[in-house]
């Protein structure tokens, strides 16, 4: 398997494990919400967004790896 081959695989895999953390972030902002910890709940979704960058960068460069 070459370096490119490997890159995808790491890549996707990636992707996938900050899909599930994104996921499990906005649960958590929400319960932290609920029980009136905004100000820390703001902080996740800060979070939430970073997290959404990372992966947009994922894809991206997944995207342009056979170019």
């Known amino acids: 398997m070459d370096l490119v081959e490997k890159a995808k695989i790491r890549l996707e ?5 900050n899909d599930h953390h994104l996921e ?3 649960i958590f902002a ?15 979704r800060d979070m939430v967004e970073l997290t959404a960058r990372i992966n947009d960068c994922l894809e991206g ?5 056979d170019e």
């Open 24 to 26: 499990e972030y906005q």
């Open 61 to 65: 460069a997944l995207r342009e790896i």
């Open 30 to 44: 929400d319960h932290l919400e609920d029980a009136g910890k905004t100000k820390s709940a703001g902080h996740i």
């Open 13 to 17: 895999h990636w992707k996938s494990h």
